[in-house]
């Protein structure tokens, strides 16, 4: 199987030791990944809030069909595009982007927004609930 980073490496050989054109061909390498990092958590996101990619397209105002390019990191999406798919997936914009510095799991920012609407009752059946499924996993 042919990854990215393996074509890359191939075009490089092909091209010869071009230092501009590598630099030029790693950065382009570099710039997709980020965007299917993006896509992935978009990804995560989606399937968390049991939504499907029309709904999310929906929300956001963009065809289903883009929705899914970004969702895969095939296409590039503005700033703006990204702030309206970040509030139909009621995450912030800045969720979406890959941090380095250790920060909460996106999954748990997303239980936290959903719990937070919840009555103080439901909170509480919440815990009882998390307790014992914890409980139940660790014996088994």
């Known amino acids: ?14 091209l010869g030791r071009d230092s501009h054109q590598y630099m030029f061909l790693w950065q382009k390498l570099i710039d997709m990944n980020i965007y299917k990092k993006i896509g992935k958590r978009m ?16 929300a956001a105002e963009i065809e289903t069909s883009f929705y899914g390019q970004i969702e895969r990191g095939a296409n ?20 979406l982007f890959p941090s380095s510095l250790k920060s909460q799991c996106l999954l748990t920012k997303i239980i936290i927004r959903m719990i937070k609407k919840l009555s103080a009752k439901d909170k509480l059946l919440i815990i009882d609930l998390l307790q014992k499924l914890s ?3 660790k014996n088994h």
């Open 76 to 95: 590039i999406p503005s700033i703006l595009t990204l702030s309206k798919i970040a509030s139909a997936l009621n995450i912030e914009i800045s969720d």
């Open 135 to 137: 409980t139940h996993l």
């Open 43 to 58: 990804l995560t996101s989606r399937k968390a809030l049991q939504l499907t990619q029309e709904n999310v397209a929906e």
């Open 1 to 14: 199987m042919v990854t990215n980073k393996n074509a890359l490496f191939i075009i490089i050989y092909i």
